[in-house]
Structures are given as C-alpha cells and as structure tokens.
C-alpha cells in the first residue's frame, strides 16, 4: 500500500517537474510524529513570508492575513466568515433596517452566490429575482472561485450605479438582469386586513421588528373596529431571510401565552440557552396561520417551529430553507468581527431543523389560477341569465344590498387567489376554522 502510494505521488511529480522549479522544504519533519499546533503555526509563517519574498507581484500584507482568516473560518460552514471593518459596518447598519445595496439575502452553494430571498421593495425584488436563484457572474466576472465576502463585493457600489448579474433559475437559460443599486430601507412589517384577517407581513428581523409588529397589528385591529371584529391572523414569512434571534424569539413570544419557544446548544453546557414565553397573546387566542417558503430562513424557521409545535398556528406553504445554525458576531481588534457559528437551535418539540427546514402542515405552492378569466372570475351560467326567468321576490331592498355586497367581496377573494394563491388559501383556513368556532 505504502509502494503504491508513494508511486503515485512520484508520478505527479514527474509531471511538474517539466514546469516548475522545486524549493527546499518550507519545514523539516518527521514523519512518524505528527505536528504540534505551533509547528502548523510556524509552518503558516513560513509561507507568509515566502509569499511576501517571492510571488511575482508585491502583496499587500493586511490583505493576504484578511483572506488567511476568511479561508480558515468559511471552511467550516457557509455562514463563518471574517468581516472587514467595512462589511462589519455595513452588517450593523442591516440590522439597524437602512443600507446600500441591491436588497438580496444570499449564501454560497457549489461555489455560486445563492439568493436566500429578495427583500420586498427593493431594487432586487422589483427586477425579479426570486429565491433559490444562483447569480453566476457580475458585471461579466464569474463569481466561481470567490468566497462569500468576495462575491458580495463585486455586487456592492455607489447608489445609483448600474450592475447587470447573470441569474441561473431551474428550469430556464441563464439570463442577465440590470439592476440599478438604491439605498434599501427595510420596513420590518407590514399590516393590511383580507376577508375580515388581519395579514401581517415580516419582511426581516432587525431591531425593528417586534415593534414594528406591535404598531401594525394595533392598527389593524383599530381598523377592523376592535379585537371582535377580527376573523384570524396571517403571519406572512415567506422569502424572510431571518436576522437576530431575540427579534424572533419577541415575535413568537407575542402569540404565545407560555411555553419554550427556542433552544440553542453549543459545544458545552455553557454555551446552550432556553427561551420561554411570557403571559399574554396579541391575537388574543384568535386562530392563525403562518405562511413560509423556500426564502424562509433562520429567524422565521424559529418563528414558525415555535408556533407550530405549540399548536397555536397552522402552517401554510412550502418547505423552508434548513438554516438551523446560531451566528455570534465577535468585534475584533481594528475594527474588523468574526462571524461564528457557536450553536444550533432546536424547536419546542427539539428538533433541529438544519437541512431540513420546517414542513408545512399544508403544503401549498404558490402559482396563478389558470382556469380564471382575465377577470379573476370563473364564468358560470345560472338561473337568472335564462331569458324570461321569474324575478326573486323574496328579499327587502337593504337584503339586496347586502347580497351584493357580500358578492362583491366574495369576487375579490377570487382575485386575490390568481394574484397570490398561497395567502388566499391561508384566508381561506380562517374563514373555516372561524365558521367552525361559530357554529
């Protein structure tokens, strides 16, 4: 075995040396004894310094120690990264809700940048990019090869500069979209009321979040006239990439009246933490849905696990993204950090969801009502579009009215089933679960 071996690294050898010229060992060794820790150390300052002696062009000393540091700590999970000063900066500003950029969650797969989710409202969103595409090249450069940090940079620039990336989605040819940056400024949440349901749309956790959330479902109660009047809650997550913990564990807190919500392990006992709810429920115990998707990551997944296992919220949609991991941001000297995954997070039930994101309890995937007119209404014949057929004679004036009326609002879920299928499903669970409760 130790003949062959040795064979094979003779041959590879042979095959370089026609090209490259062979330096003396950077570090004499036995090889019987295996390195000590500062022998590997001093092996890295060994090369350091042929580096700095020898490569054909003069390097910069900061920026080959930075690239030493990111390579070390991305080769432990996608998610460890060293931030420059510039990129720590810009990640505090993130989760203060305003910065620059095109407004992209993103990750690494394959050596490719992986969109995690758009950001509503934001120059990447309205250009269309969608969760689970690859961004293969930038300005015409490919990003393979590059690691994360790398990758984000070519996509940074001045607000208002043009970059065009090359966007691979499954099932169609590659394609290139032109994107103009902005500043993007993340609103947290927003709130709306459908069919009598308040929907409350979580776009991120940043420090805004659970206020936000607060603020928009006081508003919407107000308009709906009182909690009375309030058929359910919608919690939209759906392409919501995640952010801080404690925004998530708030926002399950908030419609929760007791219980675990989240726990993070660490390496040791030390390093693991539990979470729990505390007395009181915005939505006053009214039935709930939670919508996710393949966008879905993180903080949501928290979100969702936690309602889901506490049987407070019926689960709607696709199957999240499977980020079970905990990130600790650690401020470094010249104002750089290091991103470190220091645990994983296990729902109420414990389960980890890293890799296998959250099942729905129904799964539903999001596509147009092809069968609907351009209108939204399917046609249908009935008795009163016969020629000559008998007038309804039955009913007061103001009891046609409200007929229409609730017609009307009947064609308007219609609608809203061509315009987003998997919501009006959502609104469609409440309006059952809320018939059910009455009866």
Do not use: W
């Not at 939204?376 to 046609?400: C, F, Y």
């Not at 469609?428 to 009455?438: N, P, T």
């Amino acid at each position: 075995m130790n003949k062959m071996f040795v064979a094979g690294v003779a041959g590879t050898l042979a095959g370089v040396l026609a090209t490259t010229q062979l330096a003396a060992p950077l570090l004499a060794q036995d090889d019987t004894r295996p390195r000590s820790t500062y022998e590997y150390l001093d092996l890295f300052g060994n090369i350091f310094e042929r580096v700095r002696a020898d490569y054909v062009e003069e390097v910069d000393d900061r920026e080959l120690i930075e690239s030493a540091i990111n390579g070390m700590l991305t080769s432990l999970d996608p998610h460890s990264s060293y931030l420059p000063p510039d990129d720590f900066t810009d990640m505090r500003e993130q989760t203060r809700g305003e910065f620059g950029g095109l407004g992209i969650e993103v990750t690494q797969e394959d050596g490719f940048v992986k969109v995690v989710s758009p950001i509503d409202d934001t120059p990447a969103a309205e250009a269309g990019i969608e969760a689970g595409d690859f961004i293969t090249h930038v300005d015409g450069e490919s990003v393979l090869g590059l690691n994360l940090n790398e990758a984000v940079d070519l996509m940074r620039g001045p607000v208002g500069s043009e970059i065009v990336i090359t966007v691979v989605r499954e099932g169609v040819e590659p394609f290139e979209v032109s994107i103009i940056r902005d500043t993007i400024q993340i609103r947290a949440v927003r709130g709306r009321v459908e069919s009598g349901a308040i929907v409350l749309r979580v776009t991120t956790f940043n420090q805004q979040t659970f206020a936000n959330l607060e603020a928009e479902m006081a508003a919407q109660v107000e308009e709906l006239g009182g909690i009375d009047n309030v058929r359910g809650v919608v919690l939209d997550l759906r392409n919501n990439p995640g952010g801080l913990l404690d925004q998530a564990v708030y926002v399950s807190d908030a419609f929760l009246e007791q219980g675990e919500i989240v726990s993070t392990r660490g390496r040791t006992a030390a390093d693991s933490d539990r979470y729990n709810a505390s007395a009181g429920d915005l939505a006053q115990g009214l039935p709930m849905v939670v919508l996710i998707n393949g966008g879905s990551a993180s903080a949501s997944e928290i979100v969702a696990g936690a309602l889901q296992d506490h049987r407070r919220a019926i689960i709607v949609g696709e199957k999240s993204f499977g980020k079970g991991s905990v990130q600790t941001i650690m401020p470094l000297q010249g104002n750089g950090a290091m991103r470190l995954t220091t645990a994983r997070y296990y729902t109420p039930s414990g389960r980890s969801i890293q890799a296998l994101g959250i099942e729905p309890d129904v799964i539903v995937g999001q596509r147009l009502a092809s069968e609907v007119e351009e209108d939204g209404v399917i046609p249908r014949r009935s008795e009163a579009d016969l020629r000559g057929s008998i007038r309804n004679d039955s009913l007061t004036p103001e009891e046609l009215q409200q007929l229409e009326e609730e017609r009307a609002r009947l064609e308007a879920d219609a609608l809203l089933r061509d315009d987003d299928f998997q919501l009006a499903y959502a609104l469609d669970i409440l309006k059952g679960l809320s018939v059910y409760s009455d009866r």
